[in-house]
């Protein structure tokens, strides 16, 4: 996982201005890319823990001691601490309390995010897509993507998805969220929601975004706080 967080070649040529080697064009297919996001938050950490809810419909909590509860996308539970190497699946016939507890603070977590309305330029729903009988067995035995890392600054929120998916929510309503792709010669994805709720989702090797000094800064801003608080050095 961090070496895929400070993979971030991507990010320091964009904030330097350096070309990168074979750039996208506008019209990339990436632009419909499946970005997954926080759309919702709830933040109770000073007696809880923060909760959250993704664009596929995963609804999590980070406890205030480091636990975590989410469902996947198949609506089934998992619970990661310390001492798991892997996120386990659980329900409610799991007989360790403080378990159960924390369970049960997920259900009502999960029916306070049902009432709330996704922030404003990421209310965007994911593409759907048919999935065999074969696929959605093997879709409920994975724990899917969910929050492992987050922190409050005095500018923003800052959200570190278990696949590399790093999200700040500024403060003054401005939202910026890169996501790891396949393709060696373009491997971050960008979406940035401005402050006025627009939303440009594209490669970040497209020659035009260096010209963007709104979205620079953002990016330093990114880099300089993730290396702060979570102490990946080289992003």
Not at 114 to 142: I, K, V, Y
Not at 170 to 175: L, P, S, T
């Amino acid at each position: 996982y961090q070496r895929r967080v400070r993979d971030s070649q991507p990010v320091n040529c964009l904030v330097s201005g350096t070309p990168l080697e074979d750039p996208l064009s506008s019209s990339s297919s990436y632009s419909s890319i499946n970005v997954l996001w926080l759309s919702k938050w709830v933040d109770y950490s000073q007696k809880y823990g923060l909760g959250y809810t993704l664009r596929d419909g995963t609804v999590g909590v980070v406890f205030e001691d480091g636990t975590k509860v989410w469902n996947n996308s198949m609506m089934c539970t998992y619970y990661s601490d310390s001492s798991d190497t892997v996120p386990r699946k659980v329900d409610t016939s799991i007989t360790e309390k403080r378990i159960q507890k924390r369970i049960t603070l997920h259900v009502h977590f999960n029916e306070y995010l049902s009432r709330c309305t996704a922030s404003a330029g990421l209310e965007m729903d994911l593409e759907n897509h048919t999935t065999t009988g074969q696929q959605q067995q093997e879709l409920q035995q994975t724990p899917g993507v969910y929050l492992i890392l987050w922190t409050r600054t005095k500018d923003s929120l800052l959200f570190i998805l278990s696949d590399g998916t790093i999200q700040v929510n500024f403060f003054d309503h401005a939202k910026l969220i890169t996501t790891l792709t396949k393709d060696e010669n373009s491997p971050l994805f960008i979406t940035y929601v401005n402050k006025q709720g627009e939303r440009l989702q594209t490669a970040v090797s497209v020659p035009q975004l260096r010209h963007s000094t709104e979205l620079i800064t953002r990016l330093k801003y990114m880099r300089e706080n993730i290396s702060h608080y979570f102490g990946f050095q080289s992003l």
